[in-house]
């Protein structure tokens, strides 16, 4: 599974200062001194007093197309408690869920179309579909995403798998998405709403099926501790074809607000297909005098497009070819980065 750093980046420059004096390494036409390709480069290392000390992050954004993920979101009684924790925490699992989605949705409104489903949609065990869709998938969404929270709280039962038919239903009512579509079922116990608990799980899990069966993998979350059933979550995770990486538990558990966090950085960097192309938010003062790097490994300029970077297909845009496109596109790289007034090499 990709890492989330891999996918949305920030663009870091450092402002050149005067041009080094002495030493071997000066080998630099005036505007700063020369970085070698084979050069293993943190970003500390290209912000020293070689290319001055200011450090400036410029927006990036990935290119990629950007996938579905329609978030079901269980709102029963049971989110209105606190995390069992010692010691005690008596903030509510409703608002560290809230927090979280909202600033999962703030931070990659532009890389994920975002939706959001709720059950029940009343206080007891109905699922109102189509209206359980709260916040139709889209980009741009962390606003309406926002105002559901602002106006709902938890309340009612558990009736998992209705909230996943109706998950369903909005994907048949929308174009399919080549990027990719994707359920986050997120609940904090078990399911019910049926004639027996052996019912409500066998319903939960032939749900996520259904999805799997039309192309729509399900991301399963359990939250909050104590309440949930690994085995019903378990058996959807393995449904849903999008099991946790080592697993058992095949879901992914968040038994606190920075473990809630860190899970929902990683099923969100899984789904985000990685591009070889970013837009700048700002060019850079001498577009000529850019070192680039991957992981701190410094990239050469390709001109011919053959095997490095350039700027394309305009000045606002970077992209990588040939080895370094691979690299980035199978999810082996963590950070990339842009350094101005230090001339990277160019191979062509």
Known sequence: MRALSCLVLA??????????????????DGGGTTIDATTDLTDADLTDSSCGAQNTPIAVENLGDPPDLLIV???????TSP??????????????????LNALATDLEDNIRFGLAEFPTNDDCAVDNPGAVRVPIDLNQAPEIMQYFSSRGANGNTPAHLGLQAALSHFNSITPNPAGRYVLFATDGEPNCATDAATAATETVNAVTALASAGIKTYVLGFGGGFVDDSVLNNAAQAGQVPRAGGPPHYYAANSAAELNAVLDQIAGGIIVPSCSYALASLPPNPDDVTVTLDGMVVPRSTQHTNGWDYHPDSMTITFFGTYCTQITSGAIANVSFVYGCPGPVVD
């Open 11 to 28: 663009l870091s420059l450092a402002a050149c200062g005067p041009t080094p004096q002495g030493g071997d390494d000066d080998d630099s």
């Open 73 to 79: 979101l269980d709102r029963s009684g049971s989110m």
């Open 83 to 100: 995390i069992p924790t010692f010691p005690p925490n008596f903030t509510p699992k409703w608002t560290i869920m809230r927090d979280a």
